[in-house]
């Protein structure tokens, strides 16, 4: 019902950036959530931020708060993470996720759960060097 392509991973150096973006399409009203999850080889995937679509509120994981900030153009059906001051650890396959919205919901936080989420992008790397 809802199609994510996540894309503008690459290769940078320590100390620079990168801006992911998550275009939706479909039904794009059931959104509740847009998440970032990453990746690394031999490491399981976990959560990196959130951002509920309407009203704009955003939830970070401890070691990426004050560099990433995820945002979303509702226009566009479109997420972002801006992604500054890159650490080598934060090499990984960086996924978009969708939460999506149920009117019948009793849980209304953020969901940091790969099982939480019903639609996946195809993923996109992110190689930092040192």
């Known amino acids: 019902q809802v199609q994510l392509v996540d894309a503008g991973g690459g290769l940078v150096q320590a100390g620079g950036s990168l801006r992911l973006s998550c275009a939706a399409s479909?039904?794009?009203?059931?959104?509740?959530?847009m998440g970032w999850f990453r990746q690394a080889p031999g490491k399981e995937r976990e959560f990196v931020a959130a951002i509920k679509w309407s009203g704009g509120s955003t939830y970070y994981t401890d070691s990426v708060k004050g560099r990433f900030t995820i945002s979303r153009d509702t226009a566009k059906n479109t997420g972002y993470l801006q992604m500054n001051r890159l650490k080598p650890e934060d090499t990984a396959v960086y996924y978009c996720a969708l939460d999506e919205l149920d009117r019948r919901r009793t849980w209304w936080g953020f969901p940091q759960g790969t099982y939480e989420y019903d639609y996946w992008g195809q993923g996109t790397q992110v190689t930092v060097s040192s």
């Open positions: 479909g039904r794009t009203f059931s959104i509740y959530v």
